[in-house]
């Protein structure tokens, strides 16, 4: 059973920096494409980012400039570096793990981090 567990999270003044760090277990995370998603109560799912088994990345365009996307294939690990922290960027962060093979998708979320920005 694969897992995917989020660190990283707490609480962080505007302006400020966080790194989220998010590891798979198993042997396939170089084939997954990863992603960062995040959400406030009441809300709908946000997408962040994403970054594909080949290193390919890609941002909601609001994203891009103070989220950055990477991954570590030899830790099994997907970062997420947030800088310029705003008070809206409050939400759980989560990281998702997928892959679409032979014409079956597979994916995995992790339970999520706690993100709160505020002075």
């Known amino acids: 059973q694969v897992q995917v567990v989020e660190s990283g999270g707490g609480l962080a003044q505007p302006g400020g920096s966080m790194r989220l760090s998010c590891v798979v277990s198993?042997?396939?995370?170089?084939?997954?494409?990863m992603g960062w998603y995040r959400q406030d109560p009441g809300k709908e799912r946000e997408f962040i980012a994403a970054?594909?088994?080949?290193?390919?990345?890609n941002y909601k365009d609001s994203m891009k400039g103070r989220f950055t996307i990477s991954r570590d294939n030899a830790k099994n690990t997907v970062y997420l570096e947030m800088n310029s922290l705003k008070p809206e960027d409050t939400a759980v962060y989560y990281c998702n793990a997928q892959k679409f093979e032979s014409g079956i998708f597979w994916d995995k979320w992790g339970q999520g981090t706690q993100v709160t920005v505020s002075s």
């Open positions: 970054v594909s088994s080949a290193g390919y990345t």
């Open positions: 198993g042997s396939s995370f170089a084939a997954y494409t």
